[in-house]
Nanobody, 115 residues
């Protein structure tokens, strides 16, 4: 399976972006998918994810601003990002625990928040 993240771009502080992540295989489960990001010089961190039982969890700094959602019919996961801040600038990736254990990271999408 391959994961393709898209939707990044340059946005002003306070703006919004919606990221999408499509799984190439229709048999791949997106129910445990998450969004991660890596800023220059920093370690990759989990931003938002679906956990067991359909719950979600968020990085503290994005709570109330970011929303993770999914469309199982399209095998796609989304990240709605509102009230963006310069510190949200990073490459954003989607992934699942199983793929991470196998060392897979797909191509991310660059998000730059700047005036």
């Amino acid at each position: 399976v391959q994961l393709q993240a898209s939707g990044g771009g340059l946005v002003q502080p306070g703006g919004s972006l919606r990221l999408s992540c499509a799984a190439s295989s229709s048999t791949f489960s997106i129910n445990a998918m998450g969004w991660y990001r890596q800023a220059p010089g920093k370690e990759r961190e989990l931003v938002a994810a679906f956990t067991g039982g359909g719950e979600t969890r968020y990085l503290d700094s994005v709570k109330g601003r970011f929303i993770i959602s999914k469309d199982n019919t399209k095998n796609t996961v989304y990240l709605q990002m509102n009230s963006l801040k310069p510190e949200d600038t990073a490459v954003y990736y989607c992934n699942s625990p199983d793929l991470i254990l196998n060392g897979y990271w797909g191509q991310g999408t660059q998000v730059t928040v700047s005036s």
